[in-house]
């Protein structure tokens, strides 16, 4: 079955650019939108974007200045940056599969098959 | 501050059923769908439920969903030791601030 695995830095120094990569097996990374979610220690689970494997996007406004999400279908991945990070910005991580669509009614939106997440923390 | 709103703590004793609320408004639970999540301690959130009320392959009947309006349920009978665990709600908001939108997450203990 579909399996993803993020990786990058666990370590970021402030005002420096957080990048991440998701790698996506098992499956094809084609026909469907990625999601980047992030959890602050102790804390909810934040929507960071998501991106179709054609490269459209859709960004967290709280978030948008700073964030961009990219797609190599080629490698099978997708991968996040987070630029100008500061200590709220320490989190996990997660690279999930993402369902998006439309009824006539209702909007769906969800993610079906998570990463392990990875660990960042923000400091000089 | 979560979009959604969820109660911080419920519990129950085992075999008991529990109930978990998730509040929105119209440009979220009210006009998309909901799906519920499970994250067990030091693990990535797992599917529950989606589309309101539909359970993934291998997800058992103990777990349900349902909606009403601008507020969900995820409800589950028969509580296990090993359900003890963060359940999260989510759906897409359509306001001006489109996005995905998750509550604060509500911490199951079974006694």
């Known amino acids: 079955q579909v399996q993803l695995q993020e990786s990058g830095p666990g370590l970021v120094k402030p005002s420096e650019t957080l990048s991440l990569t998701c790698t996506v097996s098992g499956g094809s990374i084609s026909s469907y939108y990625w999601s980047w979610i992030r959890q602050p220690p102790g804390k909810g689970l934040e929507w960071i974007g998501y991106i179709y494997y054609s ?5 967290n406004p709280s978030l948008k200045s700073r964030v961009t999400i990219s797609v ?16 709220a910005d320490t989190a996990v991580y997660y690279c999930a599969r993402t369902i998006v669509g439309a009824t ?7 993610m079906d098959v998570w990463g392990k997440g990875t660990t960042v923390t923000v400091s000089s | 501050q979560s979009v959604l709103t969820q109660p911080p703590s419920v519990s129950a004793a085992p075999g008991q ?6 509040s929105g408004s119209s440009s979220n639970i ?13 693990t990535a ?5 989606y589309d309101n009320n539909k359970r993934p392959s291998g ?41 995905g939108v998750f ?7 079974v006694l």
């Open chain 2, 30 to 42: 009210g006009n998309n769908y909901v799906s519920w999540y499970q994250q067990l301690p030091g």
């Open chain 1, 104 to 110: 006539v009614n209702y909007y769906y939106y969800y």
């Open chain 2, 45 to 49: 959130p797992k599917l529950l439920i």
């Open chain 2, 103 to 109: 509550g604060g997450g509500t911490k199951l203990t």
């Open chain 2, 17 to 22: 059923k529990v109930t978990i609320s998730c």
């Open chain 2, 59 to 99: 997800i058992p009947d103990r777990f349900s969903g349902s909606k009403s309006g601008t507020s969900a349920t995820l409800g589950i009978t028969g509580l296990q030791t090993g359900d003890e665990a963060d359940y999260y709600c989510g759906t897409w908001d359509s306001s001006l601030s489109a996005g």
């Open chain 1, 55 to 59: 490269g459209s996007t859709n960004y």
């Open chain 1, 72 to 87: 190599d279908t080629s490698k099978n991945q997708f991968s996040l940056k987070l630029s100008s990070v500061t200590a």
